[in-house]
């Protein structure tokens, strides 16, 4: 079965950083992207960023261009954040997933197209 574990998320002040991580473990398993998602209390989950694992294409919303880099070890199957000038907004539980289909030419942030996810981290974003 594989697992993804999420770490480095915490509590940090607006315009700080924080770098997530994303490692999967278990058998091997076919994928061509993983995704960073996000949700916030009371709102529904939104994808942050998708980093394709056939080319390194990275897709980002809109809200965190600019601010978010997303990038992969594939040796290692794990997959970074970095997030910079951190905002209230970006406050959440962050979860990475695993994508098994080219996003290209298709909406990357489809939850439905994930099919393995893990188990989030709490990121605090202080004013």
């Known amino acids: 079965q594989v697992q993804l574990t999420e770490s480095g998320g915490g509590l940090v002040q607006a315009g700080g950083s924080l770098r997530l991580s994303c490692a999967a473990s278990g058998r091997a398993f076919s994928t061509y992207a993983m995704g960073w998602f996000r949700q916030a209390p009371e709102k529904e989950r939104e994808g942050v960023a998708c980093?394709?694992?056939?080319?390194?294409?990275?897709y980002y919303a809109d809200p965190v261009k600019g601010r978010f880099t997303i990038s992969a070890d594939l040796e290692k199957i794990t997959v970074y954040l970095q997030m910079n000038s951190l905002k209230v907004e970006d406050s959440g539980v962050y979860y990475c997933?695993?994508?098994?289909?080219?996003?290209?030419?298709?909406?990357?942030?489809?939850?439905?197209?994930?099919?393995?996810w893990g188990q989030g981290t709490q990121v605090t974003v202080s004013s």
């Open positions: 980093i394709s694992t056939s080319d390194g294409t990275t």
């Open positions: 997933a695993v994508r098994p289909r080219d996003p290209r030419g298709s909406d990357w942030s489809r939850e439905d197209e994930y099919t393995i």
